[in-house]
């Protein structure tokens, strides 16, 4: 290892010394390096120049090519309001009210009655026209509960909350006036 240093040494070349350090550019690279610097400055300038051109001209023209102002089916438009809104879990519990003979059964459905759908709490509230149907629902719960997931997707719905029979309006006396609660709507 030595004599290679030592042969290195006679010959004049400096062997430990790294590559030759690169020239600096010269006065025609530096002309190319300008060039194209600004060049792509004032593309830059010239697309923020062209958008403001069509943002005072109200926005893109149409072209041949499609863009989100092209008319769509109807069905397409109300699927992309849905989605942009995020209206997707209410629009599918809608559609389980419509639908609500087919997943619960005909004989189901002409006693029970779904009534609203808090998305909040991911609760679907039934109305029943008797207790006894109530009380069969609230049994069937679980197992409803679990088909409805199934076809809108899990958790969709957490719980479904069961009401009896309304009963009739109360009525305090022969002579009321219409709209009035009863004597407590008075005082407070």
Do not use: F
Not at 12 to 17: E, I, L, V, W
Not at 23 to 51: F, I, M, N, T, Y
């Amino acid at each position: 290892m030595t004599d290679g240093i030592a042969e290195g040494m006679a010959d004049g070349t400096d062997q430990s010394a790294g590559p030759s350090p690169v020239p600096e550019p010269s006065g025609v690279d530096l002309a190319r390096v300008a060039l194209r610097a600004a060049k792509e400055q004032a593309r830059a300038r010239g697309a923020a120049a062209q958008q403001k051109k069509q943002a005072r001209r109200g926005g893109l023209r149409s072209g041949a090519r499609a863009d989100g102002r092209d008319p769509l089916p109807l069905g397409a438009a109300i699927n992309r309001l849905i989605t942009e809104r995020g209206w997707e879990a209410p629009a599918a519990v809608g559609g389980v009210m419509g639908r609500w003979p087919q997943m619960v059964g005909p004989e189901v459905a002409q006693h029970c009655e779904p009534q609203r759908y808090d998305e909040d709490a991911r609760v679907l509230t039934v109305r029943c026209d008797s207790t006894a149907w109530a009380t069969q629902l609230r049994l069937l719960a679980p197992q409803l509960v679990a088909r409805l997931n199934a076809d809108l997707g899990h958790g969709t719905v957490k719980m479904i909350k069961v009401l009896g029979p309304g009963g009739p309006a109360r009525r305090y006396g022969p002579l009321r006036s219409p709209g009035s609660t009863g004597p407590g709507d008075t005082y407070g």
